[in-house]
């Protein structure tokens, strides 16, 4: 294998010849660089450089093999070069912000102490560097959908019965027939390695000790076979999250890979087919560079027009080669001429979209805007739930329903159930759980949630998730008072 220097590889810093290194290995990616989903100018920056701090925790480890043609592949530095990258690494000066985050691991609390999701959260927030916290926490526009996800479960109040006996309380269910211990699984969400090095396989190592099912992002920051390889038992059921490629073929072989890799079901993704407006993801860069020249000058010219900042931010990089032209008479026979697995429809935000779905065939669909990330004012899950209970309730029997987005507690996943969803999704809660503990974070936040979905069946006076009904909810037309924080 040919060998190069670190001078060689500076060389190559433009459009008509683009190198980089990335874990000692050198890339000629020039002709990529039109076509990778973050815009050319993402890999320019590391052009004639070391990019591998930037690449490895949002890239899995197969991405430079299915991306780039073998002859791309150049070589690999020679020994002098690896000894100096390797020096200049020992030399380098840690950031603010990196020197922030140690303070704050330093001040975590013991796993015990985390009482709540919400906890959870609050803690993960601290320790996490500034740029996985605003991609993790970033909401569309205003954040007010992302809000009333949330907010919505305050409008439903429960109907218990009493002298009812629930010693005896079984919290278990299937989705889609494979059994998990409570009726929650782990949903789709990308790059879990930019909180913690193991990122998707603390969720994997999680789910299984505790009997969930894991929804697997096309965006992982580690390969589906990686992922899959996780698994203590080959037993262990694992769904996929499908973010339509645009191009038919890359799509065909992604649904090939991981149903050869035994996942179970494609969960297809519908409501980010376009970048989203997170706005605390887009102004990351900005915050970090603000915050590092504290009170140094700056040769900034504020008054100069330097055209509009990148508005992709990281999230809206995973998304720009979605397929935006997808349909129900086109989309899901093709999908079901390439696969036999279960298809789940992610991103049903209207009850005549729900009632398409099941004319469609679909085995599932899950009611959600995306984690409020998407389309402000786009209806709380929670609600189009009860809407579909009252307009469509025929829906329940056609297909299995799910919804995700604003589940904080035990209480909200028994409402969901009650007005028939058979299960729940939560993201956002085991990614700040991995980030923040690792696979005990994951193994803490599912003992939480099955601990106050127990309490909540046993209080509404039902043993099983199927005594869960309609009648045991009401929705009112006022608002409680923000929940306190004790």
Known sequence: MQTFTLEQVAQHISTSSCWVIIQNKVYDVTDFLFDHPGGA?????????????AYVPIHPSDALDKNLAPEKHLGTLDSESINRLKESGKNKVQTKDE???????????????????EDMEEVAKKILPYRAMAYYSSAGDDSITHVENGRAFGRFFFHPRVMKPVSQCDTSTTILGYESTIPVYISGAALARLGHPLGEVNLTRGAHKTGLIQMVSTNSSLSYAEISAARVSPDQPLFFQLYKHVSDVIAE?????IEGLGYKAIFLTVDALVPGNRELDIRAPHYLE???????????????????TDRLGTAGGLVIKNDADMTWEKTIPWMRSITKLPIVIKGI?????????????????VLSNHGGRQLEYSLPPIELLYRIRQQRPDVFEKTEVYIDGGIRRGTDVVKALCLGARAVGLGRAFLYAQSAYGEAGVVHVVRILEREIRFGM??????????????????????????AKL
């Open 41 to 53: 100018n993402v890999i320019l920056r590391y052009g004639g450089k070391d990019a591998t701090a």
């Open 99 to 117: 020197l922030r985050v140690e303070e704050a691991l330093k001040a975590k609390p013991p796993l015990q102490r985390i009482v709540n999701v």
């Open 253 to 257: 072989k992604r649904i090939r890979e």
């Open 290 to 308: 603000d915050f590092e020249n504290q009170g140094l000058p700056t040769q900034r010219n504020p008054d100069g027009d330097q055209g509009e």
């Open 349 to 365: 935000q209207c009850v005549q979209d729900a009632v398409l779905a099941c004319e469609a065939g679909c085995e599932g669909i």
């Open 458 to 483: 046993q209080s509404l006076g039902v043993r099983r998730i199927s005594e869960l009904v309609p009648q045991m909810v009401e929705r009112v037309d006022w608002q409680p008072v923000t929940r």
